[in-house]
């Protein structure tokens, strides 16, 4: 199954990187290929809320939607993704953010496989690009937000 993972260093603290990652509704507004995003459910228990959520991807003339359960485990500084329905067999997705001197350092692993071995082939050529991408733009996105504050 195709695997990426990184840790980038970020000037920004933990805890405004967990909570940028973690508010998944704005998504569409900076991550590239989110179309849109719905949260279906949330429920909250013993610290760690927990979404359900449909995400719209798409990348030239690809469109998705799938459904994941994100769990936000604040006081671990931990973002846990799992694969409920869509064109995946399989997916798993974690961000974790570490406390450095000069702020964080944001690690991000995602392990999946898509259902059809034809879009699998065509998506994992562009997909550790676009991962990369991702990345920058949360980055981007927490230098946006404190110039505004």
Known sequence: MPRFETTRPVKHSPEVMFDLVADIARYPQFVPMCESLTIKRRNENDGIVTLLADMAIGYKMIREVFTTRVELDAANRQIRVSYVDGPFKH????????????????????????????????AGAVFEKVFRKMAEAFEARADDLARRT
């Open 91 to 122: 997916l798993e997705n974690r961000w974790t953010f570490v406390p450095t001197a000069t702020g964080a350092d944001v690690k991000f692993f995602i392990d999946y496989e898509f259902r059809s071995r034809t879009f699998q082939m065509l």
